[in-house]
């Protein structure tokens, strides 16, 4: 058993022979929350418990690490080893998007069958795509999804880490797509959201928070993380407003 998290209860998954704890809070229509590296951090947490107090059930699947916690280097070189990721490939799902799309429909069960929400951010961002082929899936937000890793080709940055097939059926299914970035951030290039653009056309909803020098809101060039890390809550800071959308598309579509 994982150790714990104050307000939240906790119960394992598995299925196709992966198995995480995952953590509960809340009432109302469900919202899965998948977590970035670093790994399950307290700023993590605290978007979860800020999405609970807004009217939802948060769902918060411990993939990597301890909860509380924040070990970049541990939790990356963990995850480029597990055969659960496919930290590099260009167009390729990982397999813990598979477990992730069970886990919807066990959260979609336990709810009663009312639609949900899923936020992907930074290495988790692009299993959004693999999740919006389910039909219970019904207000997908992707946030600084950084896969493929630290490829800096033309292709790389273009590439979204998810397989053909899966994006096929995400633009299939017909939902709008929520999406945040700074406009500086190397790790999730423009190019990236361009090609969700031209897949998703006007369903994409895309917000490029501007993190360029000099930018009104003194945002740092190296920002990375819109609704965790680099979040400031604000009124009326960027990444507040970007916040305020998250809830407003959940109220839309749930």
Wanted: overall charge negative; aromatic content about 8%; some cysteine.
């Amino acid at each position: 058993m994982s150790a714990p998290i104050d307000g939240f209860t906790q119960f394992d998954f598995a299925d196709g022979g992966i198995e995480h704890a995952v953590y509960r809070k809340g009432v109302g229509s469900g919202v899965l929350i998948m977590h970035e590296l670093p790994g399950l951090t307290p700023q993590c947490i605290d978007l979860a418990n800020r999405i609970a107090s807004a009217g939802y059930t948060v769902f918060l699947p411990l993939l990597f690490g301890e909860p509380n916690s924040s070990a970049t280097v541990a939790n990356t070189l963990r995850v480029c080893v597990s055969r659960e990721f496919k930290c590099f490939a260009l167009n390729e799902s990982s397999p813990i998007s598979v477990w992730l799309r069970a886990l919807g429909q066990r959260i979609y069960g336990d709810l009663n069958g009312n639609g949900i929400g899923v936020i992907g951010l930074c290495l988790t961002g692009g299993f959004v795509l693999s999740l919006m082929a389910d039909s219970e899936v019904l207000a997908p937000v992707t946030s600084e999804p950084s896969l493929p890793f630290l490829d800096l080709t033309d292709a790389g940055q273009r590439a979204l880490g998810v397989s053909d097939a899966d994006l096929d059926a995400a633009v299939e299914n017909g939902r709008e797509l929520l999406g945040f970035r700074f406009s500086g951030d190397w790790i999730c290039p423009v190019k990236r959201f361009d090609t969700l653009q031209a897949r998703f056309g006007k369903r994409f909803i895309r917000t490029d928070i501007d993190s360029s020098p000099g930018n009104p809101a003194g945002i740092p060039s190296h920002a990375h993380s819109v609704l965790t890390e680099d979040y400031n809550n604000t009124p009326g800071h960027p990444t507040r407003v970007a916040f305020d959308k998250v809830i407003a598309f959940l109220r839309r579509n749930l």
